[in-house]
Nanobody
Framework: VQLQASGGGLVQAGGSLRLSCAASGDTLEYHAIGWFRQAPGKERETVSCISSTGSTTYYRDSVKGRFTISRDNAKNTVYLQMNSLKPEDSAVYYC???????????????????????WGQGTQVTVSS
């Protein structure tokens, strides 16, 4: 499976962006998907994750109430709606799939980056103050 992240850009503080992670080559239907970000000089961190069915999600504390993860398995795409953006949200955002585990229950959501085996290229998000 190949993952393509898109939707990044430059936005003012308080603005919104919607990131998309589109898969090709195989279905994402049975796999958890995560969004991660990495700012210059910082480690990659988990932003949000969603289980195969969408019934289980995870958000890091700093984005709770502002970001919403969702998925459309019919379109083989996962979204990250980002509202009320802050300058500290600026980073390269990556999506990744936990292709090592086929989850039919919708409960498997690894929170750490090492739980994800297939990574897409990043999309830059820059939030100006």
């Amino acid at each position: 499976v190949q993952l393509q992240a898109s939707g990044g850009g430059l936005v003012q503080a308080g603005g919104s962006l919607r990131l998309s992670c589109a898969a090709s080559g195989d279905t994402l239907e049975y796999h958890a998907i995560g969004w991660f970000r990495q700012a210059p000089g910082k480690e990659r961190e988990t932003v949000s994750c969603i289980s195969s069915t969408g019934s289980t999600t995870y958000y890091r504390d700093s984005v709770k109430g502002r970001f919403t993860i969702s998925r459309d398995n019919a379109k083989n795409t996962v979204y990250l709606q980002m509202n009320s953006l802050k300058p500290e949200d600026s980073a390269v955002y990556y999506c990744a799939a936990a292709v090592g585990v086929a989850d039919f229950s919708g409960t498997y959501v690894p929170e750490a980056p090492h739980g994800y085996q297939k990574w897409g290229q990043g999309t830059q998000v820059t939030v100006s103050s």
